[in-house]
C-alpha cells in the first residue's frame, strides 16, 4: 500500500500561482509513476501531469503546458505540481496519483485539495 498526502491548495486570483505538494508514505520504493489529477465541479476526474519515479521524464495534459511543472525528490518521496498564469478553468479538486510497478493505471489516489482560481 502507498499513501498520499496533498497540500498547498487555496484561493489566487486570475493569473497567480501556486505549489502543491504531495508526501507518499507506505511501499512508495514499489511506485514506478506519480502525477496529479484533477476533478472540476459536474466533470470527470482528468489527467494534469505526471512524472516517472526514476528516469523523471515528464508528461503534461495540453492544457496546462507551459503553465505547469510537475518535479520529484526521490529522497523525500514527495511530488511537486508549481502552477503558475492560473486561470478559472483550472478551478478544481487536484488529486495526487500513484502508479505501482505492477499496475498499468493510477491506482492510488489523495483525499484532494482544492484549488480555486477566482477572476
Known amino acids: 500500500q502507498v499513501q498520499l498526502v496533498e497540500s498547498g491548495g487555496g484561493l489566487v486570483q486570475d493569473g497567480g500561482s501556486l505549489r502543491l505538494s504531495c508526501a507518499a508514505s507506505g511501499r512508495a520504493s514499489e511506485m514506478y509513476t506519480m502525477g496529479w489529477f484533477r476533478q472540476a465541479p459536474g466533470k470527470e476526474r482528468e489527467f494534469v501531469a505526471g512524472?516517472?519515479?526514476?528516469?523523471?521524464?515528464?508528461d503534461y495534459a495540453d492544457s496546462v503546458k507551459g503553465r505547469f511543472t510537475i518535479s520529484r525528490d526521490n529522497a523525500k518521496n514527495t511530488v511537486t505540481l508549481q502552477m503558475h498564469s492560473l486561470k478559472p478553468e483550472d478551478t478544481a479538486v487536484y488529486f495526487c496519483a500513484a502508479r505501482s510497478v505492477r499496475s498499468s493505471t493510477y491506482n492510488y489516489y489523495g483525499q484532494g485539495t482544492q484549488v480555486t482560481v477566482s477572476s
Open positions: 512524472i516517472i519515479w526514476t528516469a523523471g521524464s515528464t
